[in-house]
């Protein structure tokens, strides 16, 4: 994959000799701009109590739950039952 270009992760399923799960990829410009994100956003957390952490992470919980049907295609796919 060229740099800066979206591309795909794949397994391959020895027994068939094929990929069986596909997922894509990101460019790599987005990947740099949740690092930075990412990095921007430790300082607050570092600081944060246990308690704020635990309530964050408790109401990301809710939104996963909340939301899993809009995402469930990424999570699960329709060959999960093969190994990874």
Known sequence: MAAGQAGALSRFHPGERAAFLYRPWPQEVVLDLAVQAANRAFP?????TADVRREILYRFA???KENAASFDHMLRPKNAHLPL
């Open 62 to 64: 809710q939104l996963l």
């Open 44 to 48: 607050a957390w570092e600081r944060a």
